[in-house]
């Protein structure tokens, strides 16, 4: 699985030609051998910025002030057993044009969730904290590898995640190294039937200039948390997103996204990130199933400590 993972990225890296195409920056953007903006090869993210901004904080920070509320909230993080948050050197926050960001979310101004009632009720919890141990359905999504980071609208944490982009004339597909691996963007205007839904929805592309637009639909019931630094993000079946492609330079594809969902949020909002370029062509199999082993302990943790406090209660 690997390694015809890895091949079908550098395959697909290949496919690029030479010729470039001019965007508002001045960047020349390459074209495929279909002629599309060529977004081809392996992009990364790992950043410290947050979804939601903290209060009275502004959206762009200068540097010497990035590096500062990195670290302040890298401390918070302490105590967590992911090696690539130790091992990959100082907390980052996202870049998008030069920009060091507070928050990813940048409408409202604000930069919080415009939640309605519904939605702060089912968002009011810590997303990694879950809300009780008394079944798996409690548990975040990335706990119980059901969710993936990469499906729309994609997002980011502190551990380095590599996404493939692989393109053909009427497909684009992000191979990621997560749970859920393939994601499909069809560029032929397929539409799947109504009563079809999933998790990461259904997405049909199209090019306006140089920026891949992308509507996804057809988002599933089951679960509505999406993994995030602090509240959980939530997507309905009502829920419209819009996301934005754009190479911006040879290293960085600017990436923007509105969620419409009338069923948690008050108004439509809009987030902004960076991903990076990784010249390193490394994709690798993510078996979260099958060394998934904190699930069983964290039941079975609850139930020892439940019975710890029956114990006492009796004595």
Request: hydrophobic share 35%; aromatic share 10%; net charge negative.
């Amino acid at each position: 699985m690997q390694a015809r993972t890895l091949a079908l990225v550098l395959t697909a890296s290949l496919l690029s030609t030479a010729s470039f195409s001019q965007s508002e920056n001045g960047y020349r953007v390459p074209r495929t051998e279909f002629g599309q903006p060529d977004f081809q090869g392996v992009w990364s993210t790992r950043f410290y910025t947050l979804l939601e901004r903290p209060e009275d904080i502004p959206l762009a920070l200068p540097p010497e002030q990035a590096v500062g509320f990195a670290q302040a909230i890298a401390s918070g993080l302490q105590g967590n057993d992911d090696p690539d948050i130790d091992i990959l050197g100082s907390p980052v926050l996202t870049v998008v044009n030069g920009e060091y960001r507070s928050s990813v979310v940048v409408y409202p101004e604000n930069g919080v969730l415009p939640y309605n009632d519904i939605g702060n009720q089912l968002a009011n919890h810590g997303y990694f904290n879950g809300v009780g141990y008394d079944g798996p359905e409690q548990r975040p999504g990335v706990e119980r590898c059901t969710e993936a980071w990469g499906s729309p609208p994609m997002r980011a944490f502190p551990y380095q995640l590599f996404h493939g982009f692989v393109q053909t004339k009427n497909k684009i597909a992000i191979v990621s190294e997560e749970a859920v691996m393939l994601r499909i963007i069809h560029m032929d205007g397929y539409r799947r039937p109504n009563a079809i839904t999933s998790f990461e929805g259904h997405s049909v592309g199209h090019w306006e200039g140089d920026t891949l637009v992308v509507e996804t639909t057809h988002y599933s019931d089951v679960n509505p948390e999406r993994a995030s630094m602090g509240r959980p993000m939530l997507i309905s079946s009502k829920a419209h997103v819009t996301e934005r492609f754009t190479r911006t330079s040879d290293t960085e594809l600017n990436y923007q996204y509105t969620v419409n969902d009338p069923k948690f949020y008050t108004e439509p909002w809009r987030g902004e990130f960076s991903f990076v370029r990784d010249d390193s062509g490394h994709i690798y199999e993510y078996t979260c199933h099958e060394g998934n082993y904190s699930m069983v302990g964290a039941l079975r943790g609850a139930r020892v400590q439940e019975a710890r406090v029956l114990k006492e209660a009796q004595n």
